[in-house]
């Protein structure tokens, strides 16, 4: 919605942007001005080193996206918004502030907004070293607010990569990542963050866990009129992953595609027993609330994560024996 109302701005009014735009913070290591426009006020060159947008990431993305769409449609409309549109940037050099000065400003400008703590996030040089790592295996990591989704074999983004690693970790994780996703970046100084992303963590981890995020979330479209397909999705994700067939997912060589195929078996074979252990022990619960609940989802893991019953014999009265020789 945001980016819509950005969209609109930039096409029908772009004189109003300024007004009705909060504007962009960037934090930098350092920034200097150059002569070039000196002594005057009107044209002003900073040289900026180590940038990061802290807040407005989606108004830089938005504008970014918005210039060359409106230049192929009008050239008209992109004069208009090159001559007519203005936005308030704030620059402010880290080179004599005190240490963790950064990450005060950061929490500051977003307080309101719980969503943008994924711009804490896009500060931590993991999540760079990743996006650079993707981009070697000619795919696109999205870790930044304002940013699109890749969609298919083009890539994943951060969200994708954290509910598939938080599944991976703890029930409690994969519970937190369904109740607010959002926690697990606000300290990316501490578990479970850390936990799931850190110096050991590859590109290839990442992309063949999200893989089997996506193979489990289709299969379970297959039970849309089922409502634990929706609230248990990721509770089901974590069981999967503890699956022997699953599990070692993280080695090298193992076939994404076997993967793949492993995650849909499995998703099968376990669905119908927790729709089972639901009726069985909490037929009256209300699942939205189950599914943020660690304690009840444990206890359906744990119960999904054991053998499955033996079926007894069809007809345990009439058993037939060979007569004794």
Excluded at 219 to 239: T, W
Excluded at 280 to 293: Q, R, S, T
């Amino acid at each position: 919605d945001v980016n819509d109302a950005l969209r609109d701005t930039l096409a029908l009014n772009p004189e109003y942007f300024w007004y009705l735009n909060n504007g962009i913070t960037i934090i930098c290591d350092s920034v200097s001005k150059s002569l070039a426009g000196s002594p005057g006020n009107e044209i002003g060159l900073f040289n900026c080193r180590g940038i990061s947008v802290v807040n407005g990431a989606q108004t830089v993305g938005t504008i970014g996206a918005m210039i060359p769409t409106a230049g192929a449609a009008s050239d008209a409309i992109q004069t208009t918004i090159q001559t007519q549109t203005w936005v308030q940037v704030r620059i402010i050099s880290l080179e004599k502030c005190p240490p963790g000065f950064d990450r005060k400003i950061t929490q500051a400008t977003n307080f309101q907004n719980a969503v943008n703590y994924r711009d804490f996030a896009a500060m931590d040089p993991i999540q760079h070293r990743l996006a650079t790592d993707f981009t070697l295996d000619h795919r696109h990591y999205a870790f930044k607010s304002g940013e699109e989704d890749p969609h298919g074999n083009e890539g994943c983004s951060i969200t994708e990569a954290t509910q598939a690693l938080g599944c991976t970790d703890s029930i409690d994780v994969a519970v937190q990542v369904k109740r607010a996703i959002s926690e697990i970046w606000r300290y990316v100084d501490r578990a479970p963050y850390k936990d799931l992303f850190n110096e050991k963590l590859t590109s290839q981890e990442v992309w063949k866990a999200v893989l089997i995020l996506r193979a489990v979330n289709d299969e379970l479209q297959k039970y849309q009129d089922e409502l634990a397909a929706v609230h248990l999705n990721r509770a089901l994700l974590h069981v999967v992953f503890q699956d022997s067939r699953i599990r070692e997912f993280r080695r090298d060589g193992v076939d994404e595609n076997k993967l793949i195929a492993d995650a849909k078996i499995i998703i099968n074979e376990i669905f119908p027993r927790a729709l089972t252990f639901i009726e069985n022990h909490h037929p009256k619960d209300y699942l939205g609330n189950f599914c943020k609940n660690a304690v009840k989802c444990k206890s359906l893991a744990d119960a999904l994560k054991a053998p499955p019953p033996q079926e007894p014999p069809a007809n345990p009265g009439q058993l037939s024996f060979l007569p004794e020789e």
